[in-house]
T-cell receptor
Framework: AQSVSQHNHHVILSEAASLELGCNYS??????LFWYVQYPGQHLQLLLK??????LVKGIKGFEAEFIKSKFSFNLRKPSVQWSDTAEYFC????????????FGGGTRVLVKP | ETGVTQSPTHLIKTRGQQVTLRCSSQ?????VSWYQQALGQGPQFIFQ???????GRGNFPPRFSGLQFPNYSSELNVNALELDDSALYLC???????????????FGPGTRLTVL
């Protein structure tokens, strides 16, 4: 079955610390990969996406992610977090064979302490 | 803001009742997908509507049904509500038919359903 795993449920950081959130997905052929963010009380927003090409993808707000095909991973990184990065982060995969739907990971709740 | 709106914002129902949730897609978008996000979990795909027909379905029972209207807006109906149906229901709109196998989905703010 197609599935997406996020390694950490909760992460607590201080401002200026570096952030890395893990995401692994099960094999299912060709994939498109996404990271979404959900700030408290707000809707899901797209941070970045990978369809093809350079496996290092840059997104909004200083986030980037690296696609490692051999490891079925798409980890999210930010070199220096801010208090405003407090949110829940979701990795999502579109398995092309399954059509235009997204399979989400369970989410990682990130708390950045000022 | 994505331009995708959902109503109502919150809803409280009792077990066994029926509920209808509504979604208006972003201007120009012809496809609507529905997701269920239980507390502490990621969204799970319920189904997708395109050209007023179901165009893919996740692992949800038949008591979850939907409609899409000519203006591309959509409804999610859930019959015989169960306690486990308590969740945030998300609608996402996208465009099908641009020649791409995947088209970005834009999410609405969700409807929080509580079943007592």
């Amino acid at each position: 079955a197609q599935s997406v795993s996020q390694h950490n449920h909760h992460v607590i950081l201080s401002e200026a610390a570096s952030l890395e959130l893990g995401c692994n997905y099960s094999y299912g052929g060709t994939v498109n990969l996404f990271w979404y963010v959900q700030y408290p009380g707000q809707h899901l927003q797209l941070l970045l996406k990978y369809f093809s090409g350079d496996p290092l993808v840059k997104g909004i707000k200083g986030f980037e992610a690296e696609f490692i095909k051999s490891k079925f991973s798409f980890n999210l990184r930010k070199p220096s977090v801010q208090w405003s990065d407090t949110a829940e982060y979701f990795c999502a995969v579109n398995y092309k064979a399954a059509g235009n739907k997204l399979t989400f990971g369970g989410g990682t709740r990130v708390l950045v302490k000022p | 803001e994505t331009g995708v709106t959902q109503s109502p914002t919150h809803l409280i129902k009792t077990r066994g009742q029926q509920v209808t949730l509504r979604c208006s897609s972003q201007s120009g978008h012809n496809t609507v997908s529905w997701y269920q996000q239980a507390l502490g979990q990621g969204p799970q795909f319920i189904f997708q509507y395109y050209r007023e027909e179901e165009n893919g379905r996740g692992n949800f029972p038949p008591r979850f049904s939907g409609l899409q209207f000519p203006n591309y807006s959509s409804e999610l109906n859930v019959n015989a509500l169960e306690l486990d149906d308590s969740a945030l229901y998300l609608c996402a709109s996208s465009i099908t038919g641009q020649g791409s196998s995947y088209n970005e989905q834009f999410f609405g703010p969700g409807t929080r359903l509580t079943v007592l």
